[in-house]
C-alpha cells in the first residue's frame, strides 16, 4: 500500500483544514487507517483512526474537533479538523496497518510523506 497526504496548510486558529490520504494497491477495506502527526522537537502521537471494520478512535486531545472518515470505494481516508489551535501545528501523516487496531507508532506497517498544518495565533 503507498499512501498519499494532502491538504496541509496555514489557517488561524478557530479555522478549519480537511486532510487526504489517496491510497493505492489492493485491499484498502482491509487495512486499518490512521492519522498521526508530529510537532518539531515532539514525539510522533496518535491523532485519530478508523479501523478496517468501522470503528472510530480519537485522542483526547482532538475529539470534538476532528472528524476521521473512511471512502473505500475511493480508497481514501479524510480528516476534518475544525477549531485548530496552535498547538495542533505539526507535520501529519497518514498510515495503514492490516486487520487492526492497534494504534502505536509502531504498529503501523504503511506511511505516506507527511504533510504540514500551521495553526497561527
Known amino acids: 500500500v503507498q499512501l498519499q497526504a494532502s491538504g496541509g496548510g496555514l489557517v488561524q486558529a478557530g479555522g478549519s483544514l480537511r486532510l487526504s490520504c489517496a491510497a493505492s494497491?489492493?485491499?484498502?477495506?482491509?487495512?486499518?487507517m490512521a492519522w498521526f502527526r508530529q510537532a518539531p522537537e515532539k514525539e510522533r502521537e496518535f491523532v485519530a483512526a478508523v479501523s478496517w471494520s468501522g470503528g472510530i478512535y480519537y485522542a483526547d486531545s482532538v475529539k470534538g474537533r476532528f472528524t476521521i472518515s473512511r471512502d473505500n470505494a475511493e480508497k481514501t481516508v479524510s480528516l476534518q479538523m475544525n477549531s485548530l489551535k496552535p498547538e495542533d501545528t505539526a507535520v501529519y501523516y497518514c498510515?495503514?496497518?492490516?486487520?487492526?487496531?492497534?494504534?502505536?507508532?509502531?504498529?503501523?506497517?504503511?506511511w505516506g510523506k507527511g504533510t504540514l498544518v500551521t495553526v497561527s495565533s
Open positions: 498510515a495503514a496497518n492490516r486487520y487492526s487496531t492497534r494504534w502505536y507508532a509502531g504498529d503501523m506497517d504503511y
Open positions: 494497491g489492493r485491499s484498502f477495506s482491509s487495512y486499518s
